[in-house]
């Protein structure tokens, strides 16, 4: 079975740009997930999707972050402008999400950002 | 506000020896804790918790979750090189099939020396 698949793996960006992580879920993964992971830290939830919707971004910066998953497949996390705190690792992960049963989270490889 | 707290936050022993690493939480609506291993990559689920006393085991890994004392403990015997890596703690909500995002403690550097 494929794993979760992120790209690129490391970004480096100046404060104010753009940027955009993309992430293909483990096929037949309903849910995904994701995270920022500050150096030091432990992964922080950002937003989650149950196929096409947003089922919680209460803790992503609206003002700057958006992510989309338009088909229920992909998705991919915009930073728009980046600040120097955003610097950090950003985890995808899915999950098959059985009714009966909460299922573990698998996470892809990560995107390293770097803003200067 | 959910919370989790591992200890310590670093640990280095010498290989053959036993480890615990510990995790406290709070968290509202508590349906499972889990662990990962993360070794400079994606976090790797080692083991997931949702009954109380019930000891998990895979080879030299071992967890048990308390849901009176809210805390979880992962022991590792025998240690060798190749377990060093950061241990993660997370705690998932019940969601009823809502939101289910995990949150994290900070984790522990484990350390292993030859």
């Known amino acids: 079975e494929a794993g979760v698949a992120q790209s690129p793996r490391y970004k480096i960006i100046e404060k104010r740009q753009s940027v955009a992580f993309w992430c293909n879920p483990i096929s037949g993964h309903a849910t995904l997930y994701w995270y920022q992971q500050i150096l030091g830290q432990g992964p922080k939830l950002l937003i989650q999707f149950q196929n096409n919707g947003v089922v919680d971004d209460s803790q992503l910066p609206k003002d700057r972050f958006s992510a989309e998953r338009l088909k229920g497949v992909d998705s991919t996390l915009k930073i728009q402008p980046a600040k120097l705190e955003d610097s950090a690792v950003y985890l995808c992960?899915?999950?098959?999400?059985?009714?009966?049963?909460?299922?573990?989270?698998?996470f892809g490889p990560g995107t390293r950002l770097t803003v200067l | 506000e959910d919370k989790v707290v591992q200890s310590p936050l670093s640990l280095v022993v010498h290989e053959g020896d036993t480890v615990t690493l510990n995790c406290s939480y709070e968290?509202?609506?508590?349906?499972?804790l889990l662990w990962y291993k993360q070794e400079k990559k994606a976090p790797t689920f080692l083991f997931m918790l949702?009954?109380?006393?019930i000891e998990k085991k895979s080879g030299r890994l071992s967890s048990i979750l308390d849901k009176k004392e809210l805390f979880s403990i992962l022991n590792i015997t025998a240690t060798q090189t190749g377990d060093s890596a950061v241990y993660l703690c997370?705690?998932?909500?019940?969601?009823?099939?809502?939101?289910?995002?995990?949150?994290f403690g900070k984790g522990t550097h484990l350390i292993i020396q030859p």
């Open positions: 968290v509202t609506n508590f349906r499972s």
């Open positions: 992960a899915s999950s098959l999400r059985r009714v009966s049963s909460y299922n573990e989270q698998f």
């Open positions: 949702t009954s109380s006393g």
């Open positions: 997370a705690v998932g909500p019940y969601s009823g099939g809502g939101a289910d995002g995990l949150t």
